[in-house]
């Protein structure tokens, strides 16, 4: 048994259309298999390289034929023949073989790996193209006249949020999916998992749309979002014949073929802080699988690690893919554009860590009177041990925790029980298809679904409507037929029945209204259904064009198709339509900005947009259902509104409790974890289980300990790169860029025993840069805020000075609008470096407020239920109510508003006092009036307006002992400094 290292080949894809829109810049290159990444911040940087096995250039230099394929126009190009020729055919060969094979895809959304893996129209991927060569190879040798007997089945799981998914079996909704049991040779499987035989590709095409038609209803039916579910295709081939011994010999094969759920884009902040970042299971197959590759590669190192199958549901399935009995290929999917630089090098080292790991895989040979026969033993054995209570073991291997982990012994025999009786079951499952010949497995797997053969050939000539989905691969999935007459949209509660059923949140039992006149086709809302057209709200009867996007509730989103129209004005259809481009129309028309002349960041902060609208239209409408008196907004949110000094502009979303107006930030990724936990409180709901929780569980909910940021204030430091003290009443602003209250603020230079240093010390300087390499201290004071909103407690103030890596903290003060702190803190800096010079002269220090809502807030009647709440808040705003639950502001525009403002005011007042403070000391050296020019600096540094510096000019006394003050001179002066 040799060790082989997983084979790792890297692909980059096209610009997409928003990418070109956008003129996105190039960062990757390749050449031959090592693959470069620029960084677009430092463009005169050194790109960093990779070395792989295969890195595949397929961004330019291909043209599309007369049947969509695209071939290459350059030697440089790499099509999907070519990746199969260099992947496929290797696991093509590796099955022949009888080696357990596996091939899985991995990279961000929209980076290509369905494409690679899948593939679209004329453009086949790897598992059709593996699946197709794997006939032709039958074919073949039945035609030599070998007398080998071949079985080929197929199983198609998904897992989602943790719970596995069988594809095949739509009707099998066990609750909390199917369970991965253990056997003690073939590791981890899915129970119950439908396999079914097929005797060509075409069968296996057949399953393959069946299973993806599956997977998008119940995506659409559950609200759960493609793109962050895995999918797994699993091919068995088994090759039967005859040893010269005369027994029968059966070679079987196992295929994985694996396309990942993509990896998203992490928010600085994450999830901290939150107390039931626990709970949501989304990310934690490829948080998981991260840390098994990690833990492999540095197995390959010679360390002696624990690998940690067991932490999730992917983890556990492709246990034998990773690093055991297999030959294993792993395909990384790039985004060529710089707005996707950060995921794009992750997956770069993701790639380049798996390369590390080796397998050990051998030829899966045996007679089949032997395999029988073990399963019969193994199942004897069994029914030994449940008989007398006794314990088998169910590990595979030492790699992982006892079968049951540590706990209570009654609950871990109870579960060994139960893993073996899953055994014993599979087991005997096994037993009788193998006695079974081929012919009796392929009549007991009947047929696939015959109708929607038929319903591709009306489409032609039709109207319908098929979905968009934000995975291409989805899309068109769902196909409805509009026939003659008028057809009802509805729910599955409508009465009489709906035409077109839909399920999901904000379907109403009476939709909508489709009827055809006279060729034509028209659409209308009934009642409270919520139905969008081409991006804005149906409020009366409308003829359909052909190509018009239609969103039905909250995510049931179609594109009517009228081939008639088509066939009259070909022209008039050639853009195609696509879920992002719907996505954009409802953003645009609920007050964004999605013009293309954009910014990186901005593109960012679209992406994200476009990817939380319907997410945060979906947890609204679960509130409506559930009734949970909380409402949505996306908001976004800069650095600067945050009272952070660097970072990027964020999409993050804004959750209200309509009842006690209290309001929290939630970043994307912590609103997404929240979704799915919404999610599940939703499915038990629809199912008629008990979906209440306690508040600590509750994910619309925040704990009465939760802190929040109140507020920031920007102190500008100009004044300490002159060794001026600054004493100032500064504006508070809360995150909108709205003046909350005033903090008293002082910063005084001292010496390195933290002595604040007087006018007489006379410690100005005329150039920061004189600064740098001297002692530099100073302290900061925060002496009191006053005015903020009365719903706070617990208050205090965080800020971070230079290079501090943990925040300093003033005192909590409780029970009050207007703390008292009392904060004092020496900062010493010696030798003063250059860039702490330029920090002091160009710098802001950030102090964040932070505190709790408090627990006695004046409520709002709860007689009103979520729904009335928002329409009555709409009615009262005397506007339509937001679609996607966005903001039709620009907040981000506001916020940059007020926080300019309050650098202009600040910034004013210290350039005038600064210029006042110059030009005092050549008035007093001219004079040689020391005590002037003491007086002056203390008087000017505080004052808020000339007027003070006149009247701080005229307290000085004529004469201090150097002769009578000139006031021709004072004259000349104050119209300087005026």
């Known amino acids: 048994m040799a060790e082989e290292s997983v084979k790792v080949a890297v692909r980059v894809r096209p610009f997409n259309s928003r990418e070109k829109a956008r003129s996105a810049q190039l960062i990757i290159d390749m050449q031959g298999t090592t693959t470069t990444i620029k960084n677009p911040a430092d463009p005169n940087g050194e790109p960093r390289k990779f070395n792989f096995d295969h890195s595949y250039w397929s961004h330019d230099g291909f043209e599309e034929d007369a049947n969509g394929y695209l071939t290459p126009v350059s030697p440089r190009y790499a099509d999907q023949k070519r990746v199969f020729s260099d992947l496929g055919n290797g696991v093509l060969k590796n099955a022949w073989e009888g080696y357990n094979c596996s091939l899985f895809a991995y990279g961000q959304t929209g980076s290509g790996k369905s494409y690679s893996v899948v593939g679209y129209g004329a453009n086949k991927g790897i598992v059709p193209m593996f699946c197709n060569q794997v006939f032709v190879g039958i074919d073949e040798k039945k035609a030599e006249g070998t007398k080998t007997e071949y079985e080929v089945n197929f199983s198609m799981l998904e897992i989602y949020n943790?719970?596995?998914?069988?594809?095949?079996?739509?009707?099998?909704?066990?609750?909390?999916?199917?369970?991965?049991?253990?056997?003690?040779?073939?590791?981890?499987?899915?129970?119950?998992?439908?396999?079914?035989?097929?005797?060509?590709?075409n069968d296996i095409e057949n399953r393959m749309e069946?299973?993806?038609?599956?997977?998008?209803?119940?995506?659409?039916?559950?609200?759960?979002?493609?793109?962050?579910?895995?999918?797994?295709?699993?091919?068995?081939?088994?090759?039967?014949?005859?040893?010269?011994?005369?027994?029968?010999?059966?070679?079987?094969?196992?295929?994985?073929?694996?396309?990942?759920?993509?990896?998203?884009?992490?928010?600085?902040?994450?999830?901290?802080?939150?107390?039931?970042?626990?709970?949501?299971?989304?990310?934690?197959?490829?948080?998981?699988?991260?840390?098994?590759?990690?833990?492999?590669?540095?197995?390959?190192?010679?360390?002696?690690?624990?690998?940690?199958?067991?932490?999730?549901?992917?983890?556990?399935?492709?246990?034998?893919?990773?690093?055991?009995?297999?030959?294993?290929?792993?395909?990384?999917?790039?985004?060529?554009?710089?707005?996707?630089?950060?995921?794009?090098?992750?997956?770069?080292?993701?790639?380049?860590?798996?390369?590390?790991?080796?397998?050990?895989?051998?030829?899966?040979?045996?007679?089949?009177?032997?395999?029988?026969?073990?399963?019969?033993?193994?199942?004897?054995?069994?029914?030994?041990?449940?008989k007398n209570g006794g314990v088998i073991s169910m590990k595979a291997d030492d790699d992982d925790d006892e079968a049951g982990g540590k706990g209570d012994v009654e609950a871990i025999r109870k579960q060994l029980e139960e893993e073996m009786k899953a055994v014993l079951e599979a087991n005997e499952l096994e037993m009788e298809m193998m006695k079974k010949t081929w012919q009796?497995?392929?009549?007991?797997?009947?047929?696939?679904?015959?109708?929607?053969?038929?319903?591709?050939?009306?489409?032609?000539?039709?109207?319908?409507?098929?979905?968009?989905?934000?995975?291409?691969?989805?899309?068109?999935?769902?196909?409805?037929?509009?026939?003659?007459?008028?057809?009802?949209?509805?729910?599955?509660?409508?009465?009489?029945?709906?035409?077109?059923?839909?399920?999901?949140?904000?379907?109403?039992?009476?939709?909508?209204?489709?009827?055809?006149?006279?060729?034509?086709?028209?659409?209308?809302?009934?009642?409270?259904?919520?139905?969008?057209?081409?991006?804005?709200?149906?409020?009366?009867?409308?003829?359909?064009?052909?190509?018009?996007?239609?969103?039905?509730?909250?995510?049931?989103?179609?594109?009517?198709?009228?081939?008639?129209?088509?066939?009259?004005?070909?022209?008039?259809?050639?853009?195609?339509?696509?879920?992002?481009?719907?996505?954009?129309?409802?953003?645009?028309?609920?007050?964004?900005?999605?013009?293309?002349?954009?910014?990186?960041?901005?593109?960012?902060?679209?992406?994200?947009?476009?990817?939380?609208?319907?997410?945060?239209?979906?947890?609204?409408a679960i509130s409506e259902?559930?009734?949970?008196?909380?409402?949505?907004?996306?908001?976004?949110?800069?650095?600067?509104?945050?009272?952070?000094?660097?970072?990027?502009?964020?999409?993050?979303?804004?959750?209200?409790?309509?009842?006690?107006?209290?309001?929290?930030?939630?970043?994307?990724?912590?609103?997404?974890?929240?979704?799915?936990?919404?999610?599940?409180?939703?499915?038990?709901?629809?199912?008629?289980?008990?979906?209440?929780?306690?508040?600590?569980?509750?994910?619309?909910?925040?704990?009465?300990?939760?802190?929040?940021?109140?507020?920031?204030?920007?102190?500008?430091?100009?004044?300490?790169?002159?060794?001026?003290?600054?004493?100032?009443?500064?504006?508070?602003?809360?995150?909108?860029?709205?003046?909350?209250?005033?903090?008293?603020?002082?910063?005084?230079?001292?010496?390195?025993k933290g002595k604040e240093l007087t006018e007489a010390d006379d410690m100005f300087v005329d150039d920061p840069k004189e600064l740098i390499s001297s002692s530099v201290n100073f302290v900061v004071k925060i002496q009191s805020i006053i005015g903020l909103p009365n719903k706070y407690t617990d208050l205090y103030c965080r800020y971070n000075m230079f290079l501090d890596v943990e925040p300093t903290k003033t005192k909590v003060i409780q029970n009050t609008s207007n703390p008292e702190f009392k904060h004092r803190k020496n900062f010493s800096f010696n030798p003063a470096t250059s860039q702490l010079v330029d920090y002091l002269a160009n710098g802001i220090l950030a102090v964040q407020v932070w505190g709790k809502y408090k627990t006695e807030q004046a409520h709002r009647t709860k007689n009103m239920s979520t729904k009335q709440m928002v329409m009555s808040e709409t009615l009262a705003k005397g506007r339509n109510l937001n679609v996607n639950g966005v903001k039709a502001c620009d907040p981000e525009k506001v916020a940059l508003k007020f926080q300019m403002t309050a650098f202009k005011k600040q910034q004013e007042r210290l350039s005038t006092k600064v210029a006042q403070i110059r030009r005092c000391v050549q008035v007093a050296e001219e004079h040689k009036k020391a005590r002037i020019q003491t007086l002056l600096l203390k008087e000017v540094l505080n004052a808020q307006n000339p007027k003070t510096v006149e009247m701080a000019i005229k307290r000085i006394p004529q004469d201090d002992g150097c002769g009578p003050y000139q006031p021709e001179s004072q004259q000349s002066a104050m119209c300087k400094l005026m």
């Not at 079987?252 to 998203?264: C, P, T, W």
């Not at 392929?442 to 979905?467: F, I, M, Q, R």
């Not at 008629?688 to 009465?704: A, R, V």
């Not at 001026?724 to 903090?743: F, R, T």
Request: charged letters at 30%; hydrophobic letters at 35%.
């Open 625 to 752: 259902d559930l009734d949970r008196k909380v409402k949505f907004e996306i908001v976004v949110v800069s650095p600067k509104a945050r009272g952070l000094t660097h970072g990027r502009t964020e999409v993050c979303v804004k959750m209200r409790n309509m009842v006690s107006d209290q309001e929290y930030i939630w970043s994307r990724d912590k609103f997404q974890r929240r979704k799915y936990l919404m999610q599940e409180m939703y499915e038990n709901y629809s199912d008629g289980e008990d979906w209440q929780l306690p508040d600590e569980k509750d994910p619309f909910t925040e704990s009465p300990d939760t802190e929040i940021q109140i507020g920031h204030v920007n102190i500008y430091l100009q004044s300490m790169a002159y060794m001026i003290e600054l004493k100032d009443s500064l504006e508070v602003y809360d995150m909108k860029g709205k003046e909350i209250g005033m903090m008293d603020v002082e910063v005084i230079p001292c010496n390195a």
């Open 162 to 201: 943790e719970q596995v998914r069988d594809l095949l079996s739509p009707s099998n909704k066990k609750k909390g999916g199917l369970r991965v049991r253990e056997h003690p040779k073939k590791g981890f499987y899915a129970e119950g998992l439908r396999t079914v035989p097929v005797n060509s590709y």
């Open 440 to 620: 009796e497995k392929l009549d007991s797997a009947g047929k696939g679904d015959e109708g929607e053969k038929s319903k591709k050939e009306e489409c032609k000539t039709t109207p319908h409507l098929y979905n968009l989905n934000i995975d291409n691969q989805l899309s068109g999935m769902i196909v409805h037929i509009i026939k003659e007459g008028t057809l009802k949209v509805g729910s599955t509660k409508a009465s009489p029945q709906a035409d077109i059923v839909l399920s999901g949140l904000g379907i109403q039992p009476d939709h909508a209204l489709l009827a055809v006149e006279n060729g034509n086709v028209f659409l209308e809302k009934v009642a409270d259904g919520k139905v969008l057209l081409n991006g804005e709200p149906l409020t009366s009867k409308q003829q359909l064009d052909h190509n018009d996007r239609i969103m039905f509730g909250s995510n049931h989103m179609y594109v009517f198709q009228h081939p008639g129209l088509k066939a009259a004005n070909p022209d008039n259809y050639r853009i195609p339509v696509t879920y992002e481009m719907a996505q954009q129309e409802i953003a645009q028309n609920n007050g964004f900005d999605m013009s293309s002349k954009q910014s990186v960041e901005e593109m960012i902060l679209q992406e994200d947009l476009i990817d939380l609208m319907p997410a945060v239209e979906e947890a609204n």
């Open 210 to 386: 069946e299973g993806t038609r599956n997977r998008t209803v119940a995506a659409t039916q559950m609200n759960a979002t493609s793109s962050r579910a895995h999918t797994i295709v699993g091919v068995s081939f088994t090759q039967k014949s005859f040893n010269d011994a005369g027994q029968e010999m059966a070679k079987v094969s196992l295929i994985n073929l694996v396309d990942l759920a993509g990896s998203e884009r992490a928010d600085s902040t994450g999830a901290t802080g939150d107390r039931l970042k626990e709970g949501a299971a989304i990310n934690q197959s490829l948080s998981a699988l991260g840390n098994v590759i990690a833990a492999l590669a540095d197995a390959s190192q010679g360390k002696r690690v624990k690998v940690p199958y067991r932490d999730s549901v992917l983890t556990r399935l492709l246990k034998n893919a990773l690093g055991g009995n297999s030959k294993t290929i792993m395909i990384a999917a790039l985004s060529p554009a710089d707005i996707n630089y950060e995921e794009t090098l992750s997956t770069l080292r993701y790639a380049d860590r798996a390369k590390q790991i080796k397998t050990k895989a051998v030829v899966n040979e045996d007679p089949t009177e032997k395999l029988i026969r073990e399963l019969k033993e193994e199942n004897e054995k069994l029914r030994e041990a449940l």
